[in-house]
Structure formats: C-alpha cells, structure tokens
C-alpha cells in the first residue's frame, strides 16, 4: 500500500525543528525511525500534510552516563540501547525492554523517542481503510462507541510501548522543548489515560532527551513480556520491575510497571513487605485492562499480567542478589 | 490533502550513485524496485514485520518498506544485487545454495543479507546469536534448519 501525500522536512538540529513545529502544529508529525508512523500513515490511520524526519538530528543521539544521572537522546536506536554495556549493567531493565521490542533489522531503525511516543492500539482501530470501512467509528476515530467493549464509554486502546514500563520503573525523566521553553517531567506525567489523546505532549513540544536518575546503593531490575512471536510483535502484556535496598541490604522499593495494561503505563509501587510475590501478582493482576482488543484474549493477557510481574520480580531480586 | 513536490534524491546503491526524481512518499522499497529495478528486494507484507524487504544501510540490516528514500539519501544503500563479487557469487549466497538453504527463494534476499551483516559484525556467532539475528526474517517454507546450517558453516570457516 502507497503511502499518503506530505510535504518532507529535513531539520539539522534542534533550534530548526522547534520552528518546524512551531509554524505547523498539528498538520506535522513527527518521523523518529518510523517503524511506527509509516504503517499508521499507509493504513490512513493518519494524513499529516507535514513529515518532520529527526534523523539528522545528532544533538539528541546518545547515552551519556554521568555520575547523578544518564541521559538518552530520544533519537537514540533502540539496538544501541541494548547493547550499551553501561546500560546493561546498571539499568538491566531498561536494556531488556529495548532487545525485546521488536527484531535486530527493526531496533536498528526504532528510536527511544518513537517507542515511548508511539500512538496506543487495537484491534478494531489498527486496519486497514478495507476493514475499518466496514465498521463503525470508534471513540478513536472520532465517533461514539467502543468496538472492543460494548457499552464502553471510553476508549480502551493499548500501549504498546516496550521502553516506557522499564524507563517508569528507574523513576524516569524526560525534556520536552518547544520554541522558547523547556519543562522537564517525569515519564508518567506524559501519559494521560486517554486511548483518544495518550499522550500529554503540545503539538510544538519535541521529546528531546530522556533522564535516568542514578539510583542509590544496590539496584535489581528485570523486564519480562508476552507476544505472540517472540522476535516481531508488540507486547501483549509486560511488566518492568526495580528492587533496590539499602546499605544494610533491606529492600526499600519494589516497584512493577505494567505495559500492555491499559492506555499508560500502570505503576504498582510498594515497600519491603510487598516483595511478596503474590501479593504483587494479584496487585498487577487487579491493575490490568483485560479487553479483547490485541491478539490474545483480555481474560489471559490480564492474567499473564500478574505472572510477568512476578517473572520479572524475581529475576530482579535474583539480579539483585548477584549484585548486578 | 497537502500538495506534495516532487524532488531530486540522490541515492548510493551498491557503491553506485543514482538520481531520481520522486514524491517523499516514495519508500526505499519502491525506489529500489521501481525505479532503479534492483527487484531483488521483494515486498511481502508491506508493514515491517516478515523481513523479505531487508536492505543495509551503512551496514545494518533494516526494512526498506519503513524507510523513505528522501530520508536516506547520503547513506550507503546495499542490496542483495551488490554482494556477489564480480560474475561469482558472494560465499554467504553459495552457502545457501550448497545447503539448499532456498526453497521458494522469496525471504532469501533478506535473509542472505541479514546473515551478510551478522558475520561481517561476528564472524563467529553461535547457534543462539545466528538465530535471533535472523528472528525477524520470516521463511513462509519455514526452511530455517537449513538457513542456520548455511550460515553456521560460515561462523565456522570464519569467513
């Protein structure tokens, strides 16, 4: 399938992208690898008059690990994530989330920007123009109704980001700049919930750098997922956790975040007595959107929800316990 | 709808460098088949997931149905058309071929190439590394026992 018309922008830094923005708002989106974006524009899900490639924009590429903090640029490709050595060794997590997202040939063109600011899904919305004209308009696409959940007054689309859980879960930071101004919010501030509008970004606001506070004494971390084929597919399900503790070695955080739950990540933040894992299982389990709206039925993904929490908390502790 | 310009890209194919004048909706994909004929490249599903349209930009393995081609200009673009070596095959295709590791041939290209790039990167990948480097290149024969095979006979001679 043809892609649809758009005029192509080609920014060399930062300064020349906000202006970009600034001057066409909501008729421009946004290219990081384009993974993503190319496949919602050939199916018509979006038209935008404007494509604004950040590839060229070497100012936001990179990993740079400091002593309080690491920052990633958001043009930063998923593969250099995962292989960074740094990465693995301090944020494991962070470095699972970016080799699980998709297949070597598609990390080497997905970016850490791309991944977190990638639109929600689902199944009566991700189609083609063939099928969805055979359907009713959803809350989505701007109608009244849910396909997925009869009666549902909301929408129930999913996201599918891989690096959002684990970057939530070390407690992650991330820049936004538009043309005159720069805030800095914590990742979970930047979803809204909404499967209509998930994401809490201005039209002229590019996500620029993501920040990793350093955590204080031991740190465990591990991200675990479900998809139907292990190399290509989004998560169905996943969960990210962080085990730290003290200098004595008692756990003073546990922390599960949840993708594939709903239409933001979900952050289950508990203390030393919540290292128990079933208490977390059920925990994640309660906190899951279980809709028939992926490719695996609501019932088992909401279960394999509490199962990866406890996967992935244990192997953190396991981490932990290596001193890794 | 916005009105879209057609404009001159310069593309670097296999040490070669051609021009084109396109719309920037036109895909790598499309550039290469379409308008340079290189029809090695195969399209297949159209969206990033089986892996027949594998190319290497500067190197690394990608989809060139998710690429554009006004955004890869600048680029080394390498397709299964430049890896033989004057009139002889490159040794990673006749390793396919001594291997029958080629049944209906449509995800070879894609295949050769990917198994190309990992043994440029790693010239000894274990079964496990040959494997998930070839995790997103999707054989509908499902002819992946003798892919791995052709591929590890390479990791083995080193070459």
């Not at chain 1, 066409?24 to 494509?51: Q, S």
């Not at chain 2, 058309?81 to 995800?107: S, T």
Request: hydrophobic content about 40%; proline content about 4%; charged content about 25%.
């Amino acid at each position: 399938m043809r892609l649809p018309p758009f005029q192509f922008l080609e920014p060399t830094n930062v300064e020349e992208a906000l202006s970009m923005m600034n001057a066409r708002k909501e008729t421009l989106k946004i290219m990081a690898g384009g993974t993503d974006l190319l496949n919602r524009m050939r199916f018509r899900l979006i038209e935008p008059a404007f494509v604004m490639n950040i590839g060229k924009l070497r100012d936001v590429d990179g990993i740079d690990i400091g002593e309080n903090e690491t920052v990633i640029g958001t043009n930063t490709k998923l593969k250099d994530i995962a292989r960074s050595p740094l990465i693995n060794n301090k944020f494991r997590a962070i470095a699972e989330a970016a080799f699980e997202a998709a297949s070597p040939a598609v990390t080497n063109m997905a970016t850490i920007g791309g991944n977190i600011l990638q639109d929600t899904r689902c199944l009566y919305y991700n189609q083609s123009g063939m099928v969805l004209n055979g359907l009713e308009r959803c809350h989505k696409r701007g109608g009244t109704i849910c396909l997925a959940v009869k009666g549902g007054k909301r929408c129930f689309s999913v996201c599918q980001s891989d690096m959002a859980p684990a970057l939530i879960a070390f407690d992650a930071k991330c820049v936004l700049q538009k043309k005159g101004s720069t805030r800095t919010v914590a990742l979970t501030e930047l979803f809204t919930g909404n499967g209509v509008t998930p994401f809490a970004i201005g039209a002229d606001e590019l996500l620029t750098k993501i920040i990793i506070p350093q955590p204080k004494n031991g740190v465990g971390s591990a991200y675990r997922k479900l998809r139907l084929r292990g190399s290509v597919d989004y998560p169905l399900a996943s969960a990210a956790a962080f085990v730290s503790v003290t200098k004595d070695g008692e756990v003073n955080a546990c922390r599960v975040v949840l993708g594939s739950a709903g239409a933001s990540p979900r952050v289950i933040d508990g203390r030393s007595c919540e290292t128990h894992l079933e208490s977390i299982a059920q925990k994640a389990y309660d906190s899951a959107e279980g809709i028939d709206n992926l490719q695996m039925p609501g019932a088992y993904r909401r279960k394999m929800a509490g199962v990866l929490a406890k996967r992935a908390i244990k192997a953190a502790m396991d981490r932990l316990k290596e001193g890794m | 709808m916005s009105e879209m310009k057609k404009t001159a890209i310069t593309l670097n194919v296999n040490n070669e460098t051609h021009d084109i004048i396109a719309y920037p909706n036109k895909t790598l994909l499309e550039a290469l088949r379409d308008d340079l004929r290189l029809t090695g490249t195969k399209e297949s599903c159209g969206e990033g997931v089986c892996g027949s349209c594998t190319v290497l930009l500067d190197g690394a393995p990608v989809r060139s149905c998710l690429t554009l081609a006004v955004a890869v200009q600048g680029k080394k673009i390498t397709t299964i058309e430049g890896l033989r070596v004057g009139e002889k095959l490159h040794p990673v295709q006749e390793a396919f071929v001594n291997h029958h590791a080629i049944q209906c041939g449509f995800c070879s290209p894609g295949m050769i190439l990917t198994a190309y790039a990992l043994l440029k990167e790693n010239p000894t990948p274990t079964e496990t590394e040959i494997r998930r480097a070839i995790s997103g290149n999707i054989c509908r024969c499902t002819g992946y026992a003798k892919i791995v095979e052709a591929i590890k006979s390479l990791a083995e001679e080193g070459k």
